[in-house]
């Protein structure tokens, strides 16, 4: 059977096809999609756009995306509550003070710097404070553009730093060390150092987050006219804007000078060895412009995902894997496929999901298990064996994915010297 | 009709994406030595490893003693009387000479493995000294004596040598060059000798082979190549 | 400084021989299909959960008999066995075919994450669902109660900390003669070195690889069901993070030689627990008040494998010893 696959291509694209269309087909009871479906895929697409411009075009294998995700959301678990607390402070002086009296048995003896640390880090005092300064934000629309515009700045720095850092040991080696030191480095951030440190963002329990979005209520002179826009509508119009964006940046940069030194480097280990230093230099301004994009994607996903746990919503196989998984079905180092595949498998995904309680009930007598168990742990594990699989057929079947990368010209030596 | 020790038809052959060697045909008989000839990146080495199964068969056919062997993966032609030295990394530098020897006679049982190294250490006494050393602390005619003693250990029939003569000095050159004569003539074996001395190789050879850019662009006696100041001029630097 | 108890360094040094084995499987495997094993930890895990489904089904009745010691024999060789095959399944059914269509190291690599996921996840299920005899259900359990215990010197301390490092060495010596004085392990090395030269002298390195890979598993079963009775509980996601340990001890090896990988995942194995409990005390002992900072003993590994990587990328094993010992007796003005 695979040697005639390996004879017949034509019969290779008719697979995936055929695989394409029976999970849309599969997916098709899905079609009362929620908003938060399409928000959620907004944000994963941000996610593989990043992925395919670090690992499709630069060639650089990032196993460590779901830290960088992790960043952007703690901009906001981490970092907003605080800055949003300060904000109110500033504003209403004696907020604290204020709190510390209305909840003497929680807050009485901290120190104001203490309750800067657990608001974050405790969940209890964490629970409180959010809603509270919330309110207060959310009333001012210069506030909550304040709030917005230092949570967002923290993404993108932060994110591009954290890019820098995780990759900085082995930029100058070869992919598999690359690899390994991504996803050692993600690895033990999130699921040690953030998800075992409660002051950062509340350690397991993880933390809530203040909404940044300036409410369209708040807008004076608008709030008559439109009433009150649901935050989840204002999270899925700015994911759809950056995706947009991100989408717009990647493609020109595939097609720039820029983008053929990147592939030139991803194929050609010649280029590593004569341009070193060089494309340890690029390589590095990739990780600092890719970690970033996912680092907004996560900072907007917690708009809507308030509740940020640290290794247990920002886990490995969600935000690592199966964006790979999502690029390589649908085709490195081209953006198109990159989107197209990342909504097949979001779908097929949420198909398994859907189905998962009606194999259980066939299996469950057999092993006999409760079948509402054994329907849950379907859906828990269900969906990561078959993407594990599909990578795997996908890779055997048609490496170039469902739309191949563009064939470019090649690079001349004088062009690579011109931009490095 | 003669059986031809080796009998090769159209074969084009590559690495992958890239396509060296360009419908190859000719035969060797049985107690003849073939020179093969030709430029630097000519082809030469590619050849012969297409023919041990080292590199990618396009398409073409290698037929050994009348089977065909296209096919076969090359640990299964080393154990039906092929041997193959490479003209390069053709030791196991990690691994101590007696190691590689050990190595060399693989498919062989214990007790034949026993009697050939002990012949080979006879012919080759240099070794003996050395049989605990690295081979990559040998010297480059060490380690090419070595790779020879390792081709030869297991008596094959059709014996192909990718520059044997490289990095030794002009004498044990020569004499190395009689050695293959010797096989041919007292040992009965079919040398398919890759060399860039090509008088000297052109000299012993019973047919030649001169490629060029991956084409055959000569095949005949060895003798009337080693005449023909046109092609010897153009591609062999001879006078 | 407060220096770690007896109790303390025997769990640390047997810590450290199960990481050697799994450092010396993963380096094992990295030479054979040049590729990192992803899937590694979860390898081990599963030698944990067989340990853990025998316990299980059988040895739970025989815990305080006699009989039961033999635990420490069938579960490793039973682990060795099942994880092995399962290692081999891996090489012959992704990492083989794919490396002969022509899947490149970013390629390879993924699908070894993408085995690491189906396993841990096939794993996850099997022990939800499986029918569990004594423990009612095999998820997360723990089984330092199934340890027997045992006092040397005064020094109270568990069986299986006391046999893992003698297993290693065992282990480690009886590689080393089989690579070093059988044909097939001497064929094992010349294969890794240069296989198409084996090839063209009748070894068939297929074969030699998949025996690599065989042991590479069945090394990882023996470390996991030993690991079993020191971790916190069985959890198929633990591989994760225990990747990350071997990565760091392979790569202090230098990842292309197996001595290396020993010495350097025991190196990793034995000092990440005693680095880090050192600390603790004696910040403890500093600040006048219990610091608790093991929760953060991998980074100890993530250290290991930035520094190595920074200061000297081939690892121990290619360190340039001549020219150290040669320049410290310079500067010493010895010699
Ligand atoms: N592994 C390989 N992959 C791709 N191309 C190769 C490979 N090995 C050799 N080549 C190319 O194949 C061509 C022929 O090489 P080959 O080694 O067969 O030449 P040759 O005639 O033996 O040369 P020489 O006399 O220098 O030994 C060269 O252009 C070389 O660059
Ligand atoms: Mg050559």
């Given at each position: 059977m695979a040697s005639l696959i390996a004879r017949y291509p034509r019969l290779q694209s008719l697979l995936i096809v055929v695989i394409a269309a029976a999970t849309i087909i599969l997916a098709l009871p899905l079609l009362g999609l929620t908003i938060t479906d399409v928000f959620s895929i907004a944000i994963i697409l941000i996610v593989v756009l990043a992925l395919n411009f670090m690992a499709g075009y630069a060639g650089i294998p990032n196993f460590g995306m779901a830290l960088f995700v992790y960043i952007g959301a703690f901009a906001l678990a981490g970092v907003g509550t605080r800055v949003a607390l300060a904000l109110v402070e500033l504003t209403s002086p004696g907020f604290i003070e204020l709190l510390r009296s209305s909840y003497p048995l929680i807050l009485g003896d901290s120190s104001s710097f203490e309750v800067f640390v657990r608001v974050a880090g405790d969940p209890m005092v964490n629970r409180i404070v959010t809603r509270k300064v919330e309110s207060v934000i959310e009333a001012s629309s210069i506030l909550s553009l304040t709030l917005t515009l230092a949570v967002f700045g923290f993404a993108i720095i932060a994110g591009a730093l954290t890019g820098v850092l995780a990759s900085l040991a082995a930029v100058r080696l070869r992919e598999d060390y690359l690899a390994i030191v991504l996803l050692a480095f993600s690895e033990l951030m999130v699921s040690v150092v953030f998800d075992q440190t409660d002051a950062l963002a509340g350690g397991p329990n993880g933390a809530w987050v203040v909404r940044p979005w300036p409410r369209v209520g708040a807008l004076e002179g608008l709030a008559g006219l439109l009433g009150t826009i649901p935050d989840v509508l204002i999270s899925l119009a700015v994911g759809l804007a950056v995706l947009a964006a991100c989408f717009i940046y990647v493609e020109r940069m595939a097609n720039s000078p820029m983008g053929r030194m990147l592939r030139a480097m991803r194929d050609d280990d010649l280029t590593i060895r004569v341009y070193g230093r060089d494309v340890a230099v690029t390589r590095l301004k990739v990780m600092a412009i890719g970690a970033a994009m996912a680092s907004i994607a996560g900072a907007i996903y917690a708009t809507v995902y308030i509740q940020v746990k640290a290794a247990d919503t920002y886990d490995r196989v969600t935000w690592t894997f199966v964006p790979w998984a999502m690029m390589i079905l649908g085709g490195m180092a081209n953006n198109w496929g990159a989107v197209l595949g990342g909504i097949i498998v979001y779908l097929g995904r949420k198909a398994i999901y859907y189905y998962a309680p009606a194999i259980a009930s066939v299996i469950s007598p057999i092993l006999g298990v409760e079948a509402s168990i054994a329907g849950d742990i379907l859906r828990a594990q269900l969906p990561n064996i078959l993407v594990g699989v599909l990578i795997i057929l996908v890779l055997y079947l048609r490496p170039q994915g469902i739309i191949p990368e563009k064939p470019s010209k090649t690079l001349s030596r004088r062009e690579i010297e011109a931009i490095t | 009709m003669v059986e031809y020790m080796l009998s090769v038809s159209n074969l084009n052959a590559g690495y992958g994406k890239f396509h060296i060697v360009f419908d190859a045909s000719f035969n060797v008989a049985e107690r003849e030595i073939l020179t093969v000839v030709g430029p630097n990146g000519s082809g030469k080495s590619t050849l012969l490893k297409a023919l041990f199964g080292l590199a990618t068969i396009y398409s073409g056919s290698v037929i050994f003693k009348g089977s065909n062997?296209?096919?076969?993966p090359p640990h299964v032609k080393a154990r039906i009387g092929l041997a193959y030295l490479p003209q390069t990394d053709n030791v196991f530098a990690e691994l101590s000479v007696r190691e590689n020897i050990i190595m060399a006679s693989y498919t062989l049982d214990e007790n034949e493995a026993r009697d050939r190294i002990e012949e080979v250490l006879s012919v080759y006494p240099i070794l003996k000294q050395r049989l605990d050393y690295k081979a990559k602390s040998l010297s480059g005619g060490e380690r090419q004596i070595l790779a020879l003693a390792m081709t030869l250990i297991r008596r094959p029939e059709l014996i192909m040598l990718d520059e044997p003569t490289a990095n030794l000095a002009p004498l044990i050159a020569r004499d190395l060059i009689k050695k293959i004569v010797q096989l041919r003539d007292e040992l009965k074996k079919t040398v398919i000798l890759v060399e860039q001395n090509a008088r000297a190789a052109l000299e012993v050879g019973d047919k030649a082979l001169l490629m060029v850019s991956g084409k055959i662009a000569y095949e005949g006696p060895a003798g009337a190549l080693l005449k023909d100041v046109e092609l010897g001029k153009r591609y062999l630097g001879l006078r | 400084m407060v220096l770690p108890s007896p109790e303390f360094t025997i769990y640390s040094i047997a810590y450290g021989s199960s990481l050697a084995l799994l450092c010396l499987g993963l380096t094992l495997t990295y030479m054979t299909a040049k590729v990192p094993n992803f899937a590694h930890g979860t390898l081990a895990i599963l030698g944990s959960a067989i340990t853990l489904i025998l316990i299980d089904r059988v040895y739970y009745q025989f815990k305080g008999e006699p009989l039961y010691y033999s635990i420490y024999i069938v579960a490793p060789l039973v682990a060795f066995l099942i994880v092995g095959l399962t290692a081999l399944i891996q090489y012959l059914l992704i990492l083989k075919p794919l490396a002969k269509r022509g899947v490149g190291v970013i390629g390879l690599m993924i699908a070894t994450l993408a085995f690491d996921v189906i396993l841990v996840n096939m794993l996850t299920m099997a022990l939800y669902l499986a029918p569990s005899a004594y423990f009612g259900k095999l998820i997360g359990q723990s089984l330092k109660g199934f340890d027997a215990g045992i006092s040397i010197l005064g020094v109270v301390t568990t069986f299986s900390r006391i046999v893992m490092p003698f297993v290693a060495v065992a282990l480690a010596i009886t590689l080393h003669l089989f690579l070093t004085r059988t044909k097939f392990g001497i064929a094992m090395r010349a294969s890794i070195e240069n296989p198409s030269l084996a090839r063209t002298l009748g070894i068939d390195v297929d074969k030699v690889y998949m025996v690599s890979w065989f042991l590479a598993g069945g090394l990882a079963g023996v470390s996991g069901s030993f690991l079993s009775f020191i971790i916190e509980s069985v959890k198929p996601a633990a591989g994760s993070l225990v990747i990350v340990s071997i990565f760091a001890g392979s790569i202090l090896g230098g990842l292309g030689s197996i001595y290396g990988a020993l010495i350097g995942g025991f190196l990793v194995g034995f000092m990440e627990p005693m680095t880090t409990i050192t600390l603790q005390n004696t910040l403890t002992a500093l600040l006048g008040k219990a610091v608790i900072i093991t929760q953060y003993q991998r980074l100890f590994s993530l250290l290991v494998v930035i520094v190595v990587l920074l200061l000297a990328p081939q690892g121990l094993t290619g360190l340039n010893y001549r020219g150290i010992i040669g320049r410290a007796r310079r500067v010493g003005g010895v010699g």
């Open positions: - | 062997i296209t096919g076969y | -």
